[in-house]
């Protein structure tokens, strides 16, 4: 039952998400720097994670290059309306989707290793060879994806946006 409940919580907060990302959303500089700011910390302490594990480096570097290609194309569809309360942007949906979509897609793969994982009677080769999948690159790559598109995409929103507040005076 409490799985039950735990999903459901997920998807609530995935679809208020996925139908944030649909529509314009209200330009709040504070809250840009706010997201870019801890973006750029989760990137961080990652990456000084990563010096112990070398061979993820190159994984690591192919998620930032992979993120800003995304902010690439995510601003070159960015779109601001300006209301009577302020400035709202947008971007193309199929970005925004795909970014999440290898988000939620890497974090559902994970749960699924970390409940096999979690079997009783296990010995003690046998977790410590199911661990080594905790190692894998390919989540360090999808995260540093999803950082580096948002910390690139919401640096252009920021920086257009006040251009558009400058309009609006």
């Not at 989540?139 to 995409?153: A, N």
């Amino acid at each position: 039952m409490q799985a039950i409940i735990g999903i459901i919580l997920v998807l609530l907060i995935i679809a208020r998400r996925v139908k944030k990302s649909i529509g314009f959303q209200k330009f709040n500089q504070t809250t840009l720097i706010i997201r870019m700011v801890s973006f750029a910390i989760i990137m961080l302490l990652i990456l000084s994670a990563s010096i112990m594990y070398p061979e993820t480096i190159f994984y690591n570097g192919v998620g930032i290059i992979a993120g800003l290609v995304l902010a690439y194309i995510a601003t070159n569809q960015a779109q601001f309306e300006k209301r009577e309360d302020g400035v709202y942007f947008k971007t193309h949906v199929w970005v925004e989707l795909t970014v999440m979509g290898l988000f939620l897609a890497r974090i559902a793969y994970r749960a699924f290793v970390l409940k096999d994982m979690l079997q009783p009677n296990q010995s003690n080769e046998e977790i410590h060879e199911k661990t080594k999948i905790l190692r894998d690159p390919l989540t360090g790559s999808v995260l540093f994806t999803f950082c580096t598109y948002y910390i690139g995409y919401f640096s252009f929103i920021l920086r257009e946006g006040k251009k558009e507040l400058k309009k609006e005076i």
